[in-house]
């Protein structure tokens, strides 16, 4: 009995022991944890707010360290020297305006890409059950920007992204990066600032919808930055002392159909030499019969891309053509410009008398391939046709 006694004793003295060894070491370990994130919080310099109703006070820091998100979870920003950099939009509203502060510090640049409609995931929460960040796919949902004024500069791509319709800019923005406003969905951008203004190259390509660029006064312009805007009509602000770069959009083979022209009924013409050259026809494609005059100006020739279907270089065999049904043209049309029936199907064309010179390109990929033309015309480009073409000369 005293030896099971003495045993008992023993066993619970050792396990009191082994006990009070395990708090302890947990007391230990607790402490250097608490020691180890306290560390952290005063030593880093990126600092992640609350994302979601997930706790992350207990988070260690997010992947993307370099990229901080605002108290409402949809800006992701830099700071560097005092300032902010907006480098995303996370959120889902169509209408937005960027804050003009983050924790006190101005927001002076919005960051390459930053409104773009791209697939990409952000860490979102702290998930601390299997301790892991939480990710979240996002998809551009961006209409109408107002962008907060003390913004000075706008980065490569910022807003290339189709479902953007228009975007206020401050009068603080004097530099636009490369690509900023390429593809999307924008008619009119105007730049309010009383400094020149700095455009990089293709800022505004591909905009199909953008009807007008200005500003007081930009200090250089690659007109490369609008290659595509089929629809643009002009760019205010080109001065003596701009800095031009690129091809004009009338020499170079990009489709900007109506630069310069003006609108007369279904009719854009733009006046050359003293005549006006027809732009763009919006009427109906069935019967088309080109006037002789416009608003008092004769009609002389018919410009570039006048009546192509999409762009150069693309798959021309996927595109919608237009379907051009009768073309008349009047006598007093001397000129067809380059690429002005590109890529469109024609079924019936009758050619001016006095014809005398049609541009290359003019005439391929229309899905026709016999031609009567008279023979005034003694000035054909090469690669007017597509291959295999017939052309019956007849005299006026």
């Known amino acids: 009995m005293k030896k099971h006694l003495k045993t008992t004793l023993l066993l619970a003295v050792c396990i009191s022991l082994l006990a009070g060894c395990a708090q302890n070491d947990t007391a230990s370990d607790s402490a250097a944890d608490a020691s180890s994130q306290s560390e ?96 979240v796919p996002y998809f551009g949902n961006a209409k109408h920007i107002v962008l907060s004024e003390g913004i000075t500069e706008l980065g490569p791509y910022a807003f290339s992204d189709y479902t953007i319709e228009s975007v206020d800019i401050p009068s603080t923005v004097t530099i636009v990066g490369e690509g900023c406003f390429s593809e999307c969905s924008v008619k009119c951008i105007e730049f309010p600032s009383e400094q020149p203004v700095s455009v990089g190259e293709g800022a505004f390509e591909n905009s199909k919808e953008l009807e007008r660029i200005s500003a007081k006064e930009f200090s250089e312009f690659d007109w490369n930055a609008v290659g595509y805007c089929e629809m643009l009509v002009g760019v205010d602000g080109i001065t003596e002392n701009t800095v031009l770069t690129g091809e004009h959009p ?87 410009g380059r690429y002005a029936f590109f890529n ?12 005398k010179e049609i541009g290359h390109h003019a005439f391929q990929y229309t899905h026709r391939y016999d031609y009567e033309i008279p023979d005034t015309a003694d000035y054909i480009l090469e690669e007017t046709f597509d291959y295999g073409t017939v052309i019956t000369h007849y005299s006026a």
């Open 40 to 135: 952290i919080s005063s030593t880093s310099e990126t600092k992640t707010s609350a994302m979601s109703d997930t706790s992350v006070a207990d988070a260690p820091t997010a992947p993307a360290a370099d990229a901080l998100v605002t108290a409402d979870g949809n800006f992701l920003y830099e700071e560097c020297d005092g300032s902010i950099t907006i480098t995303k939009y996370v959120g889902k509203s169509e209408e937005i305006t960027t804050p003009k502060e983050i924790n006190g510090k101005p927001v002076t640049k919005i960051g390459e890409n930053a409104f773009r409609c791209e697939y990409m995931e952000f860490p979102t929460a702290y998930d601390s059950e299997c301790g892991d960040w939480i990710y």
């Open 250 to 336: 009338l020499q170079d083979d990009v489709l900007c159909r109506r630069f310069g022209a003006v609108q007369s009924g279904d009719w854009w013409y733009r006046i050359v030499d003293g005549k006006a050259e027809i732009a763009d026809y919006t009427g109906d494609f069935s019967k088309i019969t080109v006037p002789s005059e416009l608003d008092g100006y004769t009609v002389n020739s018919i410009g570039a891309f006048a009546f192509s279907t999409g762009m150069v270089g693309d798959d021309v065999d996927h595109q919608e053509k237009k379907v051009l049904g009768s073309i008349v043209m009047p006598d007093t049309v001397e000129k067809i």
């Open 344 to 355: 469109s199907t024609i079924k019936e064309i009758v050619f001016s008398p006095n014809l």
